[in-house]
């Protein structure tokens, strides 16, 4: 009998197999999606997709075990979408999901933009992107509005000196670097078009969508606990009203907008109680120290305009600040 046909004739339990269950344990991923889960309000089709990156990338593990490889797969991805929407706390979960599974050496991330990587003068760009990915060998460089690294009307620009760099070490050291790219949507679609070497390398794009008016009041709670303030019922009902119309004006920046918006509230009662105690008020406790008034809310300029006279779709939000 021929070696093939010995090794037609063994069981099927003699093969080599691995339980992917229990290698999912093992690697801990599970508890990063569910602190992904946990922590982000929203966000379901980027939940969605980095659980099948994890996924995908878990098979991997699982078929290189079994002598299946079929290469290293490309990780570098791009984050798309408009501010506060969740991009650079979803890149560290990335980051800490390819390390736990064994695609990068270190959970580590490095975040910047194209001040970090560009100089301002011959001889200073190579340098300045070279000490970047020096720092970021092993884990993840986030660039953030990555577009920027682009600046065609500007001849003596040396943003493409960064480009190249990175394209190279994109390709040549793969396997020991992650590269995320962010930035709005549409300026990073003439980013790509612009320069087709990154196209290429990305295999991830994965779209942010922008919070819905109850997501946002749900980040907003959120971020007043971990601030020790909350809100009571009057109050809740005027922030709703407060993104109502917040989200129709230039400038929205979703979660970003909502920080803002209670640091300003918080400066207000903070008058309000002060000038309270200055003619004379009683001493206060906790709870008062505690509670964002209706009022605190209701005094920003944003009630200056019409209320809002229709609901506005999130796709249909205009973001016309700069970046950031």
Do not use: W
């Not at 720092?135 to 040396?158: K, Q, S, T």
């Not at 109680?273 to 209701?298: K, M, Y």
Request: charged share 25%; glycine share 6%.
């Amino acid at each position: 009998m021929t070696d093939a046909a010995i090794a037609d004739a063994r069981p099927a339990s003699a093969a080599p197999h691995i339980d992917l269950a229990a290698l999912y344990r093992d690697s801990g991923i599970g508890d990063v999606l569910g602190e992904l889960d946990r922590d982000l309000v929203g966000l379901a089709p980027v939940k969605t997709r980095i659980r099948e990156v994890a996924a995908h990338l878990l098979v991997e593990r699982a078929r290189a075990s079994l002598g299946l490889a079929g290469g290293a797969p490309t990780l570098h991805m791009c984050f798309s979408g408009n501010p506060g929407t969740g991009k650079t706390t979803v890149a560290l979960r990335m980051a800490e999901v390819l390390h736990r599974l064994g695609y990068i050496r270190r959970n580590h991330l490095v975040s910047v933009t194209r001040d970090d990587l560009v100089g301002q003068y011959i001889g200073h760009t190579a340098p300045k992107t070279r000490d970047v990915l020096k720092r970021a060998m092993g884990g993840v460089l986030f660039i953030d509005e990555a577009y920027y690294l682009y600046r065609p009307e500007n001849e003596r620009d040396y943003g493409q000196e960064a480009i190249e760099i990175l394209l190279q070490t994109m390709e040549n050291q793969r396997s020991d670097l992650v590269v995320i790219l962010a930035g709005y949507a549409s300026r990073m679609e003439v980013f790509f078009e612009s320069n087709p070497g990154f196209r290429s390398r990305i295999a991830h794009h994965i779209t942010f969508p922008d919070y819905e008016e109850t997501e946002l009041l749900e980040i907003a709670e959120r971020m007043l606990g971990t601030m020790h303030y909350r809100f009571d019922a009057a109050s809740r009902r005027a922030f709703a009203d407060y993104l109502a119309r917040r989200i129709r004006q230039p400038n929205f920046a979703n979660a970003r907008s909502v920080r803002n918006a209670l640091d300003r509230a918080r400066l207000r009662q903070a008058n309000r109680l002060f000038a309270s105690a200055l003619q004379g008020g009683e001493p206060i406790d906790a709870a008062t120290l505690t509670l964002i008034d209706a009022a605190d809310v209701r005094a920003s300029r944003v009630f200056d305009e019409p209320p809002p006279s229709s609901p506005l779709p999130s796709t249909a939000r205009a973001v016309t600040a700069p970046p950031g």
